[in-house]
C-alpha cells in the first residue's frame, strides 16, 4: 500500500435510519384484545441503513465520510449523538425540516421481535446540496464509493448515475447495495449486489423468470457492471465476476438470531477487502459471506471484527496498519521472497521472533521477484505465498512490497531489530545502517540447514 493510503477516504452514501429498540418482559396478555403486553425496560438506539455501512466500516478501519439525510427532530439528534460517538463525522450530514426516518422494534425478554413500526420520510437532496456533495469528491483522496440505497428518496436515478460516471472517469469503485428495479439507475457502477428478491425484479425487466446463472450473467451485461452478487439468505452469496465466472459460496452453518443488517455487513467487507490487492475477488467474496453468518447469530445491527472474519489472513496489513498495531512493541523486521519454504526458513523466523515482541515479515511482490529472479519465479504466487506465511506461529504481520529492496518499508516502520539470514555481512544488509542510526540492532543469522528455495527447486529439475 502506497504511504497515501491512510488519507484515501471511502465515501458511503445513502438512505439513513435511526433503529430503536424497545426491551421489555411479557408476563400477561391484555384482556381487551388478547395481545401479549410488553413491559417496558430498557431502550436502545442503534444506527440503521447506509449509516450501518458507515460504521462497520469505521470498525473495520476504514476512514470514512457519510453522506446522507437526517430530520430536524429529536430523532436526528439521537441519530447525530451515536454517529460521534462512533467516531464518525455529522458535518457532511443535511438536515431538512422533516422527521428522521426510524424503525422501533419491540423485543421480549426471550429477544424475539414481537412487532415492529416505522416512520418513513422520502427526501431527496436539493440541488445546491447535490452540488456540494459532487464538489466534495472532486476535491479529495477516494479509493471507494458505497451507495446503500433503501429507496427513502435520497439516491435519485439522477444522483446515482452522476456518482457512477464520477467514479468511472477517475478509476475508483463505485459499490452499490440497490432496492429499486431500475437498471437505468444502477448501470455502470463497478458492484451491483441485491438479495435475491431485489435481483429478481431486475431480472424481471429482462424477462427472466427464473434466477439461474445465466440469467445472472445476462443481468451484468445488461448493467455494465464489473460484477454482480446476490445474497440467498440461508443458501449463501452467488456472484459474477467480471471475467463472466459464476462464484457461489454456501452458508456456513451458524444459528440464525437475528437477520438484521446482514446485508450491511455484506456491503461493508466488500468495500473494505478490495484494500488488499493480493485477495481474489472469490477470496473477497468467502471472507464477505463469513462476516454475515457470523453477524446472523447475533442480536440487531451487530459489529462484526476482522479478526474473527480473516483469521491468519488478517497477518497482512499496510505500513500505517503495522505502525499503529505495533506503538510500543520491540518491533523486528525481516524480508524475503519466501517463494519455497523449507525448514531454514523456519529456524530464521523463529530465531527473529525471540529478538522482539513483533515479527513483521516484508514480502516481495510477484512483480519484484520476475525482477530480481527472472521470469521463472515465483514457483507460488504471492496470495499462495501468503497463505503459508500466515500459518507459521512466529509472524505477526506481513506487508508487501513491489520495490527490489525493502529499504523504504525499514525506514517507514521503524523496527527496533533487523535480521537477515545467511552470512551477509553488515554492509551487505539493506537497512542496516538506518536501523542502527535510529539505536536498533542488526543481526545476520546463519543458516542452520544447507537450504534454499534456489537449490530446492534446481534439485526438483533433476
Not at 401479549?36 to 444506527?47: A, D, G, N, R, V
Not at 466500516?57 to 476512514?63: I, M, V
Not at 477487502?273 to 464477505?288: E, H, P, T, V, W
Not at 453468518?293 to 500505517?320: A, Q, T, W
Request: charged share 25%.
Amino acid at each position: 500500500m502506497g504511504t497515501g493510503e491512510l488519507q484515501m477516504k471511502t465515501i458511503v452514501i445513502g438512505d439513513l435510519m435511526l433503529d430503536k429498540y424497545v426491551f421489555g418482559i411479557v408476563e400477561r396478555v391484555s384482556p381487551e384484545s388478547g395481545c401479549p403486553i410488553l413491559k417496558q425496560t430498557t431502550c436502545e438506539y442503534q444506527l440503521g441503513g447506509a449509516a450501518n455501512v458507515a460504521k462497520q466500516l469505521k470498525r473495520l478501519g476504514a476512514n470514512v465520510i457519510l453522506f446522507g439525510i437526517i430530520g430536524n427532530d429529536e430523532n436526528g439528534k439521537m441519530f447525530k449523538k451515536i454517529l460521534k460517538q462512533e467516531g464518525l463525522e455529522v458535518d457532511f450530514l443535511s438536515t431538512y425540516n422533516t422527521d428522521t426516518t426510524c424503525k422501533t422494534r419491540f423485543v421480549n425478554d426471550l429477544h424475539q421481535q414481537m412487532f415492529r413500526t416505522d416512520r418513513e420520510t422520502f427526501v431527496s437532496y436539493s440541488d445546491e446540496d447535490r452540488y456540494k456533495i459532487m464538489n466534495y469528491l472532486t476535491r479529495n483522496q477516494i479509493c471507494n464509493i458505497v451507495i446503500s440505497d433503501y429507496n427513502k428518496g435520497v439516491i435519485t436515478t439522477q444522483m446515482c448515475q452522476d456518482i457512477i460516471r464520477y467514479g468511472q472517469r477517475n478509476g475508483i469503485n463505485v459499490i452499490i447495495d440497490i432496492k429499486e428495479n431500475d437498471l437505468k439507475k444502477y448501470k455502470g457502477a463497478t458492484i451491483v449486489k441485491g438479495n435475491k428478491k431485489e435481483i429478481h425484479k431486475l431480472l424481471d425487466k429482462l424477462s427472466q423468470i427464473w434466477i439461474s446463472d445465466s440469467s445472472l450473467q445476462k443481468l451484468r451485461s445488461v448493467l455494465n457492471t464489473e460484477r454482480l452478487i446476490m445474497t440467498c439468505g440461508e443458501e449463501g452469496i452467488i456472484a459474477v465476476d467480471e471475467k463472466n465466472n459464476i462464484i457461489k459460496h454456501s452458508c456456513q452453518k451458524h444459528l440464525v438470531f437475528d437477520v438484521t443488517g446482514a446485508g450491511d455487513i455484506v456491503t461493508a467487507y466488500i468495500s473494505y477487502l478490495s484494500k488488499y490487492k493480493d485477495m481474489s475477488f472469490d477470496r473477497i467474496l468467502y471472507f464477505a459471506n463469513k462476516a454475515a453468518n457470523i453477524k446472523v447469530g447475533r442480536f440487531g445491527n451487530s459489529i462484526v471484527e476482522l479478526d474473527e472474519v480473516l483469521n491468519g489472513y488478517i497477518k497482512v496489513l499496510n505500513v500505517h496498519e503495522i505502525i499503529k498495531k505495533t506503538k510500543g512493541k520491540k518491533v523486528v523486521f525481516t524480508n524475503g521472497c519466501f517463494d519455497v519454504i523449507h525448514a531454514g526458513h523456519i529456524d530464521l523466523l523463529q530465531k527473529a521472533k525471540e529478538k522482539g515482541d513483533i515479527l513483521v515479515v516484508g514480502l516481495n511482490s510477484d512483480s519484484s521477484i520476475r525482477r530480481l529472479k527472472g521470469n521463472s519465479r515465483p514457483i507460488n504466487t504471492l496470495n499462495q505465498r501468503i497463505k503459508v506465511l500466515s500459518s507459521i506461529q512466529y509472524i505477526d504481520y506481513i506487508v508487501v512490497f513491489d520495490d527490489e529492496t525493502p529499504l523504504q518499508l525499514i525506514e517507514e516502520i521503524k523496527p527496533n531489530v533487523l535480521v537477515k539470514g545467511g552470512d551477509y555481512k553488515f554492509k551487505e544488509i539493506i537497512g542496516a545502517d538506518f536501523v542502527t542510526k535510529n539505536g536498533g540492532q542488526v543481526f545476520s543469522i546463519p543458516f542452520v540447514y544447507n537450504l534454499s528455495s534456489t537449490k530446492i527447486i534446481d534439485k526438483i529439475k533433476l
